[in-house]
């Protein structure tokens, strides 16, 4: 099975992207910056560096950007550490499962620290079936850069059109397309409202997709349009 199904982690796997926006206003808070939430929601789904850059390039921060991405990772993962049980998003337990017995590839690309990837990994049951994971800071662009899918397959051994995504972020929808990649767009209402319609699935819930929605897709789509070129 050569087939690969590279998952996004916060707002997909987990509904975490609450506790990361809590977090960044809270910093707003700190440095006096006013960011709208319209303006917040576009910049889910990047990395913290790429986020942190823009707002410094438009907000001139008191403080240099590195220092706010540690304040930033200390804020959530002193969050999570609170968690006694870290609840996955439902019904993507049953997904990922299924997927993993019938031997399909399993890839984690996300915007996120190693060091935060690695914690939630190992806090959720099916951590240890992503054979490969890629991080923000494994590329030098984040999402919509498509560096970190195309990383993904690389590691995972395939071709990009032999890759689905799932992604619940424009940024992440639109860094898929880039890539060549066939993407569900999860329309998580905790992401803030994204614009999926880059995607070439839209989908509420992951009760809609099943190890047979991923054969079909596989058999009638083939080589994946690209909406993004």
């Not at 880059?198 to 079909?216: G, R």
Request: glycine content about 6%; hydrophobic content about 35%; overall charge negative.
């Amino acid at each position: 099975m050569s087939k690969c199904i590279i998952f996004d982690m916060d707002g997909v796997i987990i509904d975490s992207e609450p506790i990361h926006q809590e977090c960044e206003k809270k910093i707003f808070r700190l440095l006096g910056i006013n960011i709208s939430e319209e303006e917040h929601n576009t910049m889910v789904g990047t990395t913290d560096e790429v986020m942190w850059s823009r707002i410094n390039g438009t907000y001139n921060l008191p403080v240099q950007v590195p220092e706010v991405i540690r304040l930033k990772k200390m804020l959530y993962l002193e969050h999570l550490k609170r968690e006694v049980y870290i609840r996955p998003i439902p019904y993507v337990s049953q997904l990922i499962f299924n997927l993993a017995e019938r031997g399909y590839k399993l890839a984690l690309a996300s915007s996120s620290p190693k060091e935060q990837i690695e914690y939630i990994l190992n806090k959720i049951p099916f951590g240890g079936f992503f054979q490969n994971v890629v991080n923000g800071e494994d590329v030098e662009k984040g999402k919509p850069d498509p560096a970190i899918f195309l990383k993904a397959a690389f590691k995972a051994g395939v071709k990009p059109q032999e890759c689905i995504v799932i992604e619940d972020s424009e940024n992440g929808v639109i860094a898929a397309k880039k890539a060549g990649m066939y993407c569900i767009g999860y329309i998580n209402p905790n992401s803030g409202k994204q614009d999926l319609d880059k995607a070439d699935m839209k989908i509420h819930s992951f009760k809609q997709v099943s190890v047979e929605t991923i054969e079909e897709i596989i058999r009638t789509v083939g080589n994946y349009s690209n909406k993004c070129n």
